[in-house]
């Protein structure tokens, strides 16, 4: 549970403070996120220094914040910055639908990193998978409903990203997710 809650004080957590830090220093709303933006990349190029690697989900995180400020810099848009974070929601939703025909869904994946830390643990989740058919049931159908409530998430946001004002999203959005 340690690492999960890691992953969301510092990788979510951190991406709200430097902006609302920001606003209350009297930047811009574009500023200000762009600054947070900043923020977040130099927190996920300290992981990917640390650990000595770019996996998967680093690399997608990577071309997230470079798309999103290319956009909001080619378009003046500070609402495609502030809906970026709904694209790697509804991104990882698709993932958790897609995946569930092909093998494993990403749900068991997760877990299983999460859960079984080493490989023997790993091994005899591998084994239930093959063994257990309420046991890959279960990752089926949480896959299903975290993929759709994902979808539904990302979906309603952006709506929100463009009917509210900036510093409403931004201050509901990432709460929201910590707390989802």
């Given at each position: 549970?340690?690492?999960?809650?890691?992953?969301?004080?510092?990788?979510?957590?951190?991406?709200?403070?430097?902006?609302?830090?920001?606003?209350?220093?009297?930047?811009?709303?574009?500023?200000?996120?762009?600054?947070?933006t900043?923020?977040a990349?130099?927190?996920?190029?300290?992981?990917?220094?640390?650990?000595?690697?770019?996996?998967?989900?680093?690399?997608?995180?990577?071309?997230?914040?470079?798309?999103?400020?290319?956009?909001?810099?080619?378009?003046?848009?500070?609402?495609?910055?502030?809906?970026?974070?709904?694209?790697?929601?509804?991104?990882?939703?698709?993932?958790?639908?897609?995946?569930?025909?092909?093998?494993?869904?990403?749900?068991?994946?997760?877990?299983?990193?999460?859960?079984?830390?080493?490989?023997?643990?790993?091994?005899?989740?591998?084994?239930?998978?093959?063994?257990?058919?309420g046991?890959?049931?279960?990752?089926?159908?949480?896959?299903?409903?975290?993929?759709?409530?994902?979808?539904?998430?990302?979906?309603?946001?952006?709506?929100?990203?463009?009917?509210?004002?900036?510093?409403?999203?931004?201050?509901?959005?990432?709460?929201?997710?910590?707390?989802?």
């Amino acid at each position: 549970m340690k690492p999960l809650v890691n992953v969301l004080l510092w990788d979510l957590g951190l991406s709200i403070l430097p902006y609302f830090l920001f606003r209350l220093a009297g930047c811009s709303e574009t500023t200000s996120l762009i600054g947070g933006t900043a923020v977040a990349s130099v927190r996920l190029a300290y992981v990917i220094i640390r650990h000595r690697r770019i996996d998967g989900l680093a690399l997608f995180m990577i071309g997230l914040l470079v798309v999103g400020l290319a956009l909001t810099a080619v378009t003046g848009d500070v609402r495609l910055l502030a809906a970026k974070d709904s694209l790697n929601t509804a991104f990882v939703g698709v993932a958790f639908l897609v995946t569930i025909p092909f093998g494993r869904p990403v749900m068991f994946l997760i877990s299983r990193h999460f859960r079984a830390a080493d490989p023997a643990a790993q091994r005899r989740w591998d084994e239930l998978w093959v063994a257990e058919p309420g046991f890959r049931r279960m990752f089926y159908v949480g896959s299903t409903v975290w993929g759709a409530a994902m979808l539904a998430e990302a979906v309603l946001r952006i709506v929100l990203v463009y009917l509210w004002p900036i510093d409403l999203v931004i201050a509901v959005s990432t709460p929201a997710q910590l707390g989802g």
